[in-house]
Nanobody, 125 residues
Framework: QVQLVESGGGSVQAGGSLRLSCAAS????????LGWFRQSPGREREAIAS????????IYADSMTGRVTISRGSAKNTWYLQINRLQPEDTAMYYC??????????????????WGRGTQVTVSS
């Protein structure tokens, strides 16, 4: 079973930045891509970005392009999401997820069978 643990969330003021981390462990299926999603109360889960496990291909949601960067860490099975110019509307629980379909990345939540428990990001004005 693939297990994912997010970290790096917290409370920041508007205009600030955060780097979220995702550490993957275990097995169960071959992970081909990682994704970051977020969800706030009363709203559907929203895709942010996705990256191939090799780190050479990535895709961003239109709403997040220009403010976020997804990357693979130098440590094995670690990925990051850098978020800049945070605004109060970015307040949400942020999740990383792992998928094993034959593709390099995906922004579809249904393509991910493994999810972390999330890390909370709160942005104050």
């Amino acid at each position: 079973q693939v297990q994912l643990v997010e970290s790096g969330g917290g409370s920041v003021q508007a205009g600030g930045s955060l780097r979220l981390s995702c550490a993957a462990s275990g097995d169960g299926f071959s992970v081909n891509y990682l994704g970051w999603f977020r969800q706030s109360p009363g709203r559907e889960r929203e895709a942010i970005a996705s990256i191939s496990t090799g780190g050479d291909r990535a895709i961003y949601a239109d709403s997040m392009t220009g403010r976020v960067t997804i990357s693979r860490g130098s440590a094995k099975n670690t990925w990051y999401l850098q978020i800049n110019r945070l605004q109060p509307e970015d307040t949400a629980m942020y999740y990383c997820a792992a998928g094993g379909l034959w593709k390099s990345y995906s922004l579809k939540p249904g393509d991910y069978p493994a999810w972390g428990r999330g890390t909370q990001v709160t942005v104050s004005s």
